[in-house]
């Protein structure tokens, strides 16, 4: 798993050293418990201005376009997953941490799950047409919407559920 900064200020070294420490070992335990595979993986830790400018970019380069999507990206969120060309990427966001380890563990371990979640049979696909709606590529019809965004929230009480996992890395 590839781990790196991304215009990342010193104050933020401990931050990426310790993702760099525990992912391994996250992924572990959330393949362990999930049974899923995981696809191929990279996490960036960037500081709040620029998390938007990397999963943007990332989604921009897996649709094939340089548009900005319908919807500008907000940054006020622990971490995100989406796709890149290669697989996921997860982007941890350096400026909400402050100096909690525990809150870091948990949202790495959160991550995680949603990797191994896009791992499962049509995921990439329907995150796709996700992508693709968001960006105003192809147009989702209303009940297709609606399903994936049941999805998503369901996915989302998964990731949750297993953030406890974080509790057994040392």
């Not at 899923?36 to 999963?55: G, L, N, Y």
């Not at 340089?66 to 982007?91: A, F, H, K, M, Q």
């Not at 941890?92 to 525990?102: C, E, L, T």
Request: hydrophobic share 40%; aromatic share 4%.
């Amino acid at each position: 798993m590839d781990v790196s900064g991304y215009q990342l200020a010193r104050r933020y070294a401990p931050l990426l050293e310790r993702v760099q420490q525990i992912a391994d070992q996250a992924a572990f335990l959330v393949r362990q418990r999930m049974r899923e595979r995981m696809v191929p993986t990279r996490i960036v830790i960037a500081a709040q201005k620029h998390c938007p400018e990397v999963v943007i970019r990332s989604q921009q380069q897996t649709l094939g376009v340089n548009t900005l999507p319908l919807r500008s990206e907000r940054c006020d969120y622990l971490g995100i997953t989406t796709l890149s060309p290669e697989g996921v990427l997860v982007v941890i966001n350096a400026g909400s941490m402050g100096s909690d380890q525990r809150t870091l563990d948990e949202t790495v371990v959160h991550e995680l799950v949603h990797v191994a979640q896009y791992g499962r049979p049509g995921a990439r696909e329907i995150a796709i047409k996700g992508l693709r709606n968001n960006y105003g590529i192809e147009k989702l019809s209303h009940p297709k919407a609606w399903k994936l965004n049941w999805q998503i929230s369901r996915d989302e009480r998964e990731a949750q559920a297993l953030e406890p996992l974080a509790r057994e890395i040392r």
